[in-house]
């Protein structure tokens, strides 16, 4: 199985900083990466898929980057509703993987 | 508007078989492409995906759950059904079906709200 290491494990922010989370894979999974956010007691949601694609109506102030095994999500101005879970998810290779998830919060 | 919604029981016993169904609007299981997936959350810890079933009854599943698992779907009520034999308190969880909106498209697009399924006797 890829392995999808995520860090940090968690993270406090003030509004209007930028926030970088970064996903490792184990291998080499090309630019076969999603990122998801997931509110406190919500379902995720898909934000970016294919490494950098925004799903649409996605805010612009997120963004994505990445290859190989190393990928980055930024939130580049957070604001209060960006207060949620953030999962990364391979799809380089079978059983499809997430990484352990970032908790971002306000400072 | 894609919609997915799960049910199912929200407590079984160790050993039990549990089935849940997934229940979705908005797009069809006939189309070429189309898959649905599950996905378990454990309270507090990661996603783990489960199980996929493609438009033409292609199946994936996890390695590590695949002789537990089944999953089915019926086209004319745009239902999928998640099988799982055999449980036990660690698979207590929240279970999650999802939207897969091509073939080689890797991510789910639309989640359903989630059921919590807790395994205890």
């Known amino acids: 199985d890829i392995q999808m290491t995520q860090s940090p494990s968690s993270l406090s922010a003030s509004v209007g900083d930028r926030v970088t989370i970064t996903c490792q894979a184990s291998?080499?999974?090309?630019?076969?990466l999603n990122w998801y956010q997931q509110r406190p007691g919500e379902a995720p949601k898909l934000l970016i898929f294919?490494?950098?694609a925004l799903e649409t109506g996605v805010p612009s102030r997120f963004s994505g980057s990445g290859s190989g095994t190393q990928f980055t999500l930024t939130i580049s101005n957070l604001e209060p509703e960006d207060i949620a879970t953030y999962h990364c998810?391979?799809?380089?290779?079978?059983?499809?993987?997430f990484g352990g998830g970032t908790k971002v919060e306000i400072k | 508007q894609i919609t997915l919604r799960e049910s199912g029981p929200t407590l079984v016993k160790p050993t039990q078989t549990l089935t849940l169904t997934c229940t979705f609007s908005?797009?069809?299981?006939?189309?070429?492409?189309?898959?649905v997936g599950w996905i378990r959350q454990p309270p507090g810890k990661a996603l783990e995906w489960l199980a996929l079933?493609?438009?033409?009854?292609?199946?994936l599943y996890t390695p590590s759950l695949k002789s537990r698992l089944t999953v089915t779907k019926d086209t004319s009520k745009n239902q999928v059904a998640l099988t799982m034999t055999n449980v036990d308190p660690v698979d207590t969880a929240t279970y999650y079906c999802?939207?897969?909106?091509?073939?080689?498209?890797?991510?789910?697009?639309?989640w359903g709200q989630g059921v919590l399924v807790t395994v205890s006797s």
């Open positions: 291998q080499d999974i090309n630019n076969y």
């Open positions: 908005g797009f069809s299981l006939s189309t070429t492409g189309v898959g």
């Open positions: 294919d490494t950098s």
């Open positions: 079933i493609y438009w033409n009854d292609d199946k």
């Open positions: 998810q391979q799809y380089g290779g079978l059983p499809l993987t």
């Open positions: 999802a939207h897969r909106p091509g073939f080689w498209s890797g991510y789910f697009s639309f």
